[in-house]
Each structure stands twice: as structure tokens, then as C-alpha cells.
């Protein structure tokens, strides 16, 4: 038996071939255990995954992504169908096959339901934009919890149609909200994945993923709309759709492994390393942060204080006077920081110079 011999070998994430010399001098291109029937299931494995996922899967990605990729993939086929259904309530509320209903009214009510979703969306943004980033997972998290409120409450709006404008209008604020924290939280969960630098590629291949799975669930509740109409079905099974897609989200966020600190992250490592002198692992903090808004660790639990770190001292000068605020800036010169403490509030504010980096830092 003549052994091949090989010119090359070519690498593609988990995908190998060679490439080998058939006689006399041509160049032959080979894939391992390659037959007929493996090179037409390869051939459409290959095709997805092209579609599908980055290139250079999964060395071009973080550890954690596939993994959350599932999961997210799953909460969002179970959102498709809860909104098809709150969708179908919506129509029913404003009057869509209704001979007494006016054309005019519905679109006012359309009108004033994208409005407040606009003003809503810009308060939000003010708001809360800065928090989005360093607690993505709550956020996240948060995020699907209020789509699912919102969506829960639209199913009300056929039977309460004096106040369908009122109600439309607040469940339009509330997903506006989602729409920002969904987004923002979703840039940084890219941010993470994209070890190679591709985070546009992640971006749109989670875009075609998210389109992909979309186009089945709508084919399926086009199904399931005509299937399940009485009332007596039809909320049990919504709310069923929720109930998986907050437990799918959960599962989504908790998988995530964050190679950075955030406060919450922080805490957890300074803990580990006081009680039992050790650094623990990110896989460890990971799981141990928690995913729920407004749960988990805080400073003030380890020192008693809150701590904020690069914010305005507007505040804080109120509490000195000039000779005061003089002798700590004084205190602090040969630094790059500055503490100032607000007992009353049990706050401590730290302000940094200008020239200070992260990497300085």
C-alpha cells in the first residue's frame, strides 16, 4: 500500500483536512474518514455551519458560547410564540375584525402606544445606561421578566376595551425598556464572546440565528393560533411559553463565564480571598454571582459602606468647608485618588485624576 504524502494540513476551528499529492504532481484535497454518505452529511453540516456560526468556530469564540447559544435559542422560540398570541389580543383589543370599530381610533391608539414607547425608551437610556454594561446578566434577565409582564398584561385588552389606550401605552414604555436593556446587555454578552476580535461577525451571525428561529416559531404559531383559540386553553398554554422562556433565560445568563470584574464579581473574590486565602477561579465567581436585579453580595456587606468609584463630588462638598475639603485634597497629593466619605449616607466616594487609566490603575 503506497502512503500518501502529505503537502499540508489545513485547520478551521474543529475541521481538518489534508492536503496530499496524487500522481504525478497534482494536489488532492482530503477529508478524514471521508466516504460518499459523510461527504453529503458533511457537505450540509458544513453549509450551517457557515450560516449559522463565526468563522472559525470554536476557537474564535469564548468557551461559554455555545452553551448560551442554546439556551438563548430556546428562550427566543418561546417569545415568538407568547407574542404571536399577545399580538392576535392586541388586534382583538383595537378593533381588527370588529364592523363597529374606527380606523381612525385604532391608528390614534397605535400612534400614542409608539410615542410613549419612544419617550420611554429615551428615560430608560438616561437613566440606567450606565448600568447596563458591568451587570449585563441582571440586566438581561430583567430584561425578558418585563417582555413577559408586558406581554401578560396586553392579553387583558380585549376585555378591558375603555382602557385599551392606557394600557397599550404603558406595556409599550415597558418593552421600549426592553428593547434598550435587551440590546445594551446583548453588545456586552458580544463583547465577551468575540476572542478573536470578530464582534461584528458574532453580531450578525447571532442576528441570523435569532432570524432563523423566529421564521420556525412564526410558521409554528400560524399553526397554534388556529389550534388553540378558547380561553380556556389559550392562557394556560401562554403561560406555560412564559414560564420556559424565563427559565431558558435564566439558564442562558447563568452560563455565562465573564473573564472580568464587575462590583458584584469583586466582592465575591475579595470574600473568597479573606475567608480562605485564595483566588478562585472565574468559573467559580461565575456561578456563584447572582443573576437577579437587586440580589447577590454588596460592599456594604464586607465593610459597611457603599463605595463609588469615579463619580462627582457635587455632593460630597456640601459636607466641608473649604479648609476641610483643602487638608484632604492636601492628604491625598502624593496619590492618583482621593477618598471622601459621606458618613450619614455610609458612602464612600472616590475620585481619581485625570491621568489615571486602567491600565495605571
Not at 420611554?120 to 447596563?132: H, M, P, T, V
Not at 485564595?278 to 447572582?290: F, G, H, Y
Not at 479648609?323 to 472616590?350: A, F, G, H
Amino acid at each position: 500500500m503506497i502512503s500518501k504524502e502529505i503537502l499540508f494540513i489545513e485547520q478551521q476551528g474543529d475541521q481538518i483536512v489534508e492536503y496530499a499529492r496524487e500522481e504525478p504532481l497534482r494536489i488532492k484535497r482530503i477529508s478524514p474518514n471521508s466516504s460518499v454518505s459523510r461527504s453529503i452529511h458533511s457537505t450540509i453540516i458544513n453549509f450551517f455551519r457557515e450560516v449559522l456560526l463565526p468563522y472559525g468556530y470554536p476557537d474564535s469564540v469564548s468557551a461559554d458560547y455555545f452553551q448560551y447559544q442554546i439556551w438563548d435559542t430556546l428562550q427566543a422560540f418561546c417569545s415568538t410564540i407568547t407574542g404571536s398570541f399577545t399580538t392576535r389580543a392586541i388586534l382583538k383589543g383595537v378593533g381588527v375584525g370588529d364592523a363597529e370599530a374606527s380606523a381612525l381610533s385604532a391608528t390614534i391608539t397605535w400612534i400614542l402606544k409608539d410615542g410613549s414607547g419612544m419617550i420611554g425608551r429615551i428615560f430608560f437610556a438616561w437613566w440606567k445606561g450606565s448600568k447596563l454594561d458591568c451587570d449585563s446578566k441582571k440586566w438581561r434577565l430583567f430584561a425578558d421578566f418585563l417582555n413577559d409582564l408586558a406581554m401578560a398584561i396586553e392579553l387583558g385588552v380585549p376585555y378591558i376595551s375603555n382602557r385599551k389606550m392606557e394600557i397599550l401605552c404603558v406595556t409599550s414604555t415597558m418593552k421600549s425598556i426592553v428593547g434598550i436593556a435587551g440590546g445594551a446587555t446583548r453588545a456586552s454578552i458580544t463583547h465577551h464572546q468575540a476572542v478573536k476580535g470578530n464582534m461584528a461577525e458574532i453580531s450578525a451571525k447571532d442576528g441570523t440565528q435569532e432570524t432563523l428561529v423566529n421564521l420556525i416559531a412564526s410558521v409554528a404559531s400560524i399553526y397554534l393560533l388556529n389550534v388553540i383559540s378558547e380561553p380556556l386553553y389559550e392562557l394556560p398554554f401562554i403561560f406555560l411559553m412564559m414560564g420556559l422562556h424565563l427559565y431558558f433565560n435564566f439558564k442562558a445568563v447563568s452560563s455565562l463565564i465573564f473573564n472580568t470584574l464587575n462590583e458584584s464579581r469583586a466582592i465575591l473574590l475579595i470574600q473568597s480571598y479573606c475567608n480562605i486565602n485564595a483566588v478562585l477561579r472565574p468559573l467559580t465567581i461565575n456561578k456563584s454571582e447572582s443573576v437577579i436585579l437587586g440580589k447577590g453580595v454588596s460592599i456594604s456587606d464586607i465593610c459597611g459602606f457603599k463605595i463609588k468609584l469615579g463619580c462627582s463630588l457635587y455632593n460630597i462638598v456640601q459636607l466641608y468647608n473649604f479648609t476641610q475639603m483643602q487638608t484632604i485634597l492636601e492628604l491625598y497629593q502624593p496619590y492618583q485618588y482621593c477618598l471622601i466619605s459621606d458618613v450619614k449616607k455610609r458612602c464612600i466616594y472616590v475620585a481619581f485624576e485625570k491621568i489615571v487609566t486602567q491600565k495605571v490603575f
